[in-house]
């Protein structure tokens, strides 16, 4: 019997790919496309499947695409999902391959995650070393926060009509080695939610403040006090984050306003945190507008929740990326603030998010100078072919 290294995709089986895993790449790379815009990507994406004969279902939950290859006798599912959009950022990379939109870049990596899934479905067809389904979910609006493709595509019916036993997404990871992976059993990346306070006051002459209810007066009091949530009211074991963004109020220098608005992005990694956060944030918020006779007016919009992956497939991915670039270039990812809309697909099936070195030097994600490593292409195609070959065994089913 061959060994078993030969038996699953390696990362040299895809040496051969390069080339085409950075034309693909660079292509997705000049032609962005914003969350709920990914028209000409989803096709792309989708003629690519359909030649390599994949069963394709388009217009999945807006411009999502979902390809399902079988293969044997067997019963067993897995789902592997990328990301498509683009984000609405001028780009400043200077390479020969930029963004030839104006306003709209892939600054955070979707082009690299949708090309090394692509990398991955082209293999699996090729060879068809899998007893069971794959399911390769391209997923539109992830960067939309608010009814975001991951939402779209559930409340459109994702596990119902494409049944599968366990799902995987990727993420790269900027200063981390390009082709490193990491992975986190449990909690691994934040809840965000979006915080709107709007304090309603009585403008008036700022010659004569005695008169009026100073908003602004009242805001600035309330972002003090929105500091004291974390540091005395948060367990110092637990992680969360309250972060005041834009104040707004006023025009003019000799004029109190009417009104004053705050904004604020709050992150937490665990349920009963995220709650006890806009508990108290609408408590404080009507406090202190009362003590200074004026009134708090708070849009509390929950975001995406937190990314949970599961215990079973998260030990499994670990064990198979350090088969594939051994242990020493497997890594565990901290807890992260960031926010995903994988997070939506784990409430409803286990499975684990992983993330894919970038680069020690790569530029942060949403930055105008981001690019994905493409010394990370062949890495991620394998991961996610081994993954499949793994989770389908047809050698040992």
């Known amino acids: 019997m061959p060994s078993q290294d030969n038996l699953y995709a390696r990362v040299s089986d895809f040496d051969a790919m390069e080339a085409e895993l950075k034309a693909t790449r660079h292509h997705l790379h000049?032609?962005?496309?914003?969350?709920?815009?990914?028209?000409?990507?989803?096709?792309?994406?989708?003629?690519?499947?359909?030649?390599?004969?994949?069963?394709?279902?388009?217009?999945?939950?807006?411009?999502?695409?979902?390809?399902?290859?079988?293969?044997?006798?067997?019963?067993?599912?897995?789902?592997?999902?990328?990301?498509?959009?683009?984000?609405?950022?001028?780009?400043?990379?200077?390479?020969?391959?930029?963004?030839?939109?104006?306003?709209?870049?892939?600054?955070?990596?979707?082009?690299?995650h949708t090309t090394v899934l692509l990398g991955a479905a082209e293999y699996l067809a090729r060879t068809k070393r899998f007893n069971g389904t794959v399911t390769l979910i391209f997923q539109p609006a992830e960067e939309a926060g608010q009814n975001s493709g991951a939402q779209r595509m559930i409340a459109d019916g994702l596990f119902e009509r494409f049944p599968i036993d366990a799902i995987f997404g990727l993420h790269n990871h900027p200063g981390m080695p390009a082709g490193a992976l990491l992975t986190r059993s449990g909690p691994m990346m934040a809840a965000s939610d979006t915080v709107k306070i709007t304090i309603v006051g009585k403008g008036g002459h700022a010659s004569r403040p005695h008169l009026t209810v100073d908003p602004v007066l009242v805001a600035c009091n309330l972002v003090v006090t929105l500091q004291s949530i974390v540091s005395r009211n948060v367990d110092p074991t637990q992680t969360a984050v309250v972060t005041v963004s834009t104040i707004h109020a006023g025009e003019a220098s000799n004029v109190i306003p009417n009104t004053a608005k705050i904004s604020m992005s709050v992150r937490s990694f665990d349920p009963a945190i995220r709650t006890f956060l806009e508990e108290r944030i609408r408590t404080l918020a009507a406090s202190v507008a009362e003590g200074h006779g004026a009134r708090a007016d708070v849009d509390y919009e929950h975001g995406y929740p937190v990314v949970v992956n599961s215990e079973k497939e998260t030990?499994?991915?670990?064990?198979?990326?350090?088969?594939?670039?051994?242990?020493?270039?497997?890594?565990?990812?901290?807890?992260?603030?960031?926010?995903?809309?994988?997070?939506?697909?784990?409430?409803?099936?286990?499975?684990?998010?992983?993330?894919?070195?970038?680069?020690?030097?790569?530029?942060?994600?949403?930055?105008?100078?981001?690019?994905?490593?493409?010394?990370s292409l062949t890495t991620g195609a394998a991961i996610w072919a081994r993954l499949a070959e793994r989770y389908l065994d047809a050698y040992c089913s």
């Open 30 to 112: 000049a032609n962005p496309e914003l969350s709920f815009e990914e028209t000409e990507t989803a096709r792309y994406v989708a003629d690519k499947l359909e030649a390599w004969g994949y069963a394709v279902t388009r217009n999945v939950g807006g411009h999502g695409v979902v390809a399902t290859l079988k293969n044997g006798t067997g019963t067993k599912s897995i789902g592997i999902r990328a990301d498509m959009d683009a984000l609405p950022i001028e780009e400043e990379t200077g390479v020969a391959y930029a963004s030839t939109i104006p306003g709209k870049m892939h600054a955070c990596g979707h082009d690299g």
């Open 315 to 375: 030990a499994f991915a670990r064990e198979v990326a350090e088969e594939l670039i051994g242990a020493e270039n497997v890594f565990t990812c901290p807890l992260l603030p960031g926010s995903e809309d994988f997070a939506y697909f784990l409430e409803h099936r286990p499975g684990s998010f992983l993330r894919l070195g970038n680069g020690k030097d790569s530029p942060i994600l949403h930055s105008s100078k981001y690019d994905f490593n493409d010394g």
